[in-house]
């Protein structure tokens, strides 16, 4: 029984010791995770980046964000109306339309807006990867299945 | 056969006694041995088959080392579960910070 007693010990012991240690070796190995707090770090890990084409990027990210924000505020000002107007009004009218196409305009200024930043930040990453970083972002961003499902998906 | 050996054999056999010192309550303890084996052989949540191979050098060696390769394996797993969970939630927070629809559709839901 004593002995038994040792030897699963010794296994738990042991086991546990290996599991941390392996964590911890996988993790500063192979699998280091990402800043939490820098929305940037997924693309320094997933594209391979060196510190120069990071810090290029960052001031990229940086000169863009503003514009970011304003075009956000635009868009939510942009549904509200529309929204607004819709509930407000029993048939179509001029006015409706005439949100209708504003909100199609900052929808269409805001594509090219971030399109042109996708292609700024696909210049400062090697060639393979900037394709392969447009390729993603096309895919999440642009396309019209995506976007409906970003609208459903939980966050 | 001849049936006078056959019958000088039995006589034989009859008159054969075994020499051998047998130790005290032997024959009490191989019919308590058969007695327990026949109780446990059908059940392996007894864990006696456990007491059976600690008893043995390697196997509890094995034991050991099997329980540190899963726990190496279990941690390279999870380690790995856990880079792809957080690569994934790093790569929706960059959408997020770059797209403006999806932050209205995020706010507005």
Same mark, same amino acid.
């Given at each position: 029984?004593?002995?038994?007693?040792?030897?699963? /010990?010794? /296994?738990? &012991?042991? +086991?546990?010791?290996?599991?941390?240690?392996?964590?911890?070796?996988?993790?500063?190995?192979?699998?280091?995770?990402?800043? /939490?707090?820098?929305?940037?770090?997924?693309?320094?890990?997933?594209?391979? &980046?060196?510190?120069?084409?990071?810090?290029?990027?960052?001031?990229?990210? @940086?000169?863009? !964000?503003? !514009?970011?924000?304003?075009?956000?505020?635009?868009?939510?000002?942009?549904? &509200?109306?529309?929204?607004?107007?819709?509930?407000?009004? +029993?048939?179509? *009218? =001029?006015?409706?339309?005439? @949100?209708?196409?504003?909100? +199609?305009?900052?929808?269409?200024?805001?594509?090219?807006?971030? &399109?042109?930043?996708?292609?700024?930040?696909?210049?400062?990453?090697?060639? @393979?990867?900037?394709?392969?970083?447009?390729?993603?972002?096309?895919?999440? *961003?642009?396309?019209?299945?995506?976007?409906?499902?970003?609208?459903?998906? =939980?966050? | 056969?001849?049936?006078?050996?056959?019958?000088?054999?039995?006589? #034989?056999?009859?008159?054969?006694?075994?020499?051998?010192?047998?130790?005290?309550?032997?024959?009490?303890?191989?019919?308590?041995?058969?007695?327990?084996?026949?109780?446990?052989?059908?059940?392996?949540?007894?864990?006696?088959?456990?007491?059976?191979?600690?008893?043995?050098?390697? #196997?509890?060696?094995?034991?050991?080392?099997?329980?540190?390769?899963?726990?190496?394996?279990?941690?390279?797993?999870?380690?790995?579960?856990?880079?792809?969970?957080?690569?994934?939630?790093?790569?929706?927070?960059?959408?997020?910070?770059?797209?403006?629809?999806?932050?209205?559709? #995020?706010?507005?839901?």
């Amino acid at each position: 029984m004593k002995r038994l007693t040792v030897i699963l /010990a010794l /296994a738990v &012991l042991l +086991g546990l010791g290996a599991y941390f240690v392996s964590y911890g070796i996988a993790q500063s190995m192979f699998c280091q995770m990402p800043d /939490a707090s820098d929305s940037s770090s997924w693309l320094r890990q997933e594209f391979h &980046l060196s510190d120069a084409q990071y810090a290029q990027i960052k001031k990229l990210e @940086a000169d863009y !964000h503003p !514009h970011c924000v304003e075009m956000c505020a635009q868009i939510k000002q942009s549904r &509200l109306a529309l929204k607004n107007l819709i509930l407000a009004n +029993g048939t179509m *009218t =001029p006015e409706i339309e005439t @949100a209708l196409q504003k909100d +199609g305009a900052v929808q269409q200024e805001w594509r090219q807006d971030m &399109l042109r930043h996708f292609y700024e930040i696909s210049q400062a990453m090697p060639p @393979a990867e900037g394709k392969r970083y447009l390729q993603i972002m096309e895919e999440q *961003t642009l396309e019209p299945e995506n976007m409906s499902s970003e609208m459903s998906a =939980p966050h | 056969m001849n049936p006078e050996h056959d019958q000088r054999l039995k006589t #034989l056999l009859r008159e054969w006694q075994p020499k051998a010192d047998l130790p005290v309550r032997f024959e009490s303890e191989v019919w308590h041995r058969i007695a327990m084996n026949e109780e446990k052989r059908s059940s392996w949540l007894n864990f006696d088959w456990l007491f059976r191979i600690t008893c043995q050098p390697r #196997l509890a060696f094995a034991i050991v080392a099997l329980a540190v390769f899963l726990s190496m394996g279990l941690a390279t797993w999870q380690a790995q579960q856990n880079y792809h969970r957080a690569l994934a939630d790093s790569k929706s927070r960059y959408i997020l910070s770059v797209d403006p629809f999806a932050n209205v559709l #995020l706010t507005s839901n």
